[in-house]
């Protein structure tokens, strides 16, 4: 995956796509992000939102997996697009 902020929001949009098919994980994403079932219609192209849903998806290793073997993509895309939306910077702390 091209590591580019228009890639990143694809893959998140697929991602969002994939929170909204999941009837057990979207009430755990909507409780978790305070988001409602609007805001994920209305946020949808928001980069930041995106950015959440990533966060969100790479909280748990299970997640990652089912999303990117549902998607054929690589288990280590999400975090690459993280990095390329607004807050996904890696911290160097040195």
Do not use: H, K
């Amino acid at each position: 995956m091209p590591n580019t902020s228009a890639a990143a929001e694809t893959l998140a949009l697929q991602a969002l796509a994939w929170l909204v098919g999941n009837e057990e994980l979207l009430p755990v994403f909507l409780g978790a992000s305070g988001a409602s079932e609007a805001d994920l219609r209305s946020r949808a192209a928001d980069p930041e939102f995106l950015g959440s849903v990533l966060d969100f998806l790479t909280m748990d290793d299970a997640w990652v997996i089912s999303f990117c073997d549902a998607q054929g993509l690589a288990y280590e895309a999400p975090m690459q697009a993280r990095m390329s939306l607004p807050g996904g910077a890696q911290v160097n702390w040195t």
